[in-house]
């Protein structure tokens, strides 16, 4: 491989990521992970804010994509949209997206880490009380939930009027189901109840 080949640079250097053209990318045709249009439509609106932040995963031996497909999809969308001549906030160039080149020990270990990177974010769940505080340090931020399209309208107003966490108390006062006090009784047949007169 010529000494500027990006392969080789991220083996030689250890460095994070490159950026390549989108051409050069080839996606795995077997993912499983299958990406939803919502979840689509937050990651072309996150993009579109902030630029291709998180690289795309390619496995050098197979030359082949191993994580980073929505993503990819995502852009695709976004070039479609805006013309060939669209680019991302911060890229060096029109259609370069980053790249970050990982040598697997085979391709089940490819694989395997697709699966594990996609099922350990699902695996994962939110401090609401923490998003909620960081929700309101800056108005902004809640317009953001919006924005992008990570919370439906309804999901974010509950979300967002949760009341504070209260923990039980340890023991609770013991009643004798059978002999509680009652405010009126029923002088002709004896009935009793609480509450206001019948």
Not at 16 to 28: G, I, S
Not at 148 to 174: G, I, K, Q
């Amino acid at each position: 491989m010529a000494t500027n080949d990006p392969r080789k640079l991220a083996q030689d250097t250890a460095v994070a990521a490159v950026w390549l053209p989108r051409e050069d990318l080839t996606r795995w045709d077997r993912n499983p992970r299958r990406h939803t249009e919502r979840s689509l439509n937050a990651t072309r609106k996150s993009i579109e804010r902030f630029g291709f932040v998180a690289p795309v995963i390619v496995w050098i031996a197979g030359d082949r994509m191993v994580a980073g497909h929505g993503r990819l999809k995502s852009f695709d969308t976004l070039r479609a949209e805006n013309g060939e001549d669209w680019k991302p906030k911060h890229a060096p160039g029109v259609g370069l997206v980053p790249v970050r080149f990982m040598q697997f020990d085979s391709e089940k270990d490819a694989n395997d880490y697709a699966i594990v990177d996609n099922r350990t974010t699902e695996l994962s769940e939110w401090d609401e009380d923490g998003l909620v505080a960081v929700a309101n340090d800056f108005d902004s931020v809640h317009d953001t939930l919006v924005e992008m399209a990570l919370w439906e309208d309804d999901e974010l107003e509950r979300l967002l009027n949760v009341p504070p966490t209260r923990t039980p108390p340890d023991t609770f006062p013991e009643f004798n189901e059978n002999n509680l006090g009652t405010d009126y009784t029923c002088p002709k047949c004896g009935h009793a109840w609480s509450g206001k007169p019948q």
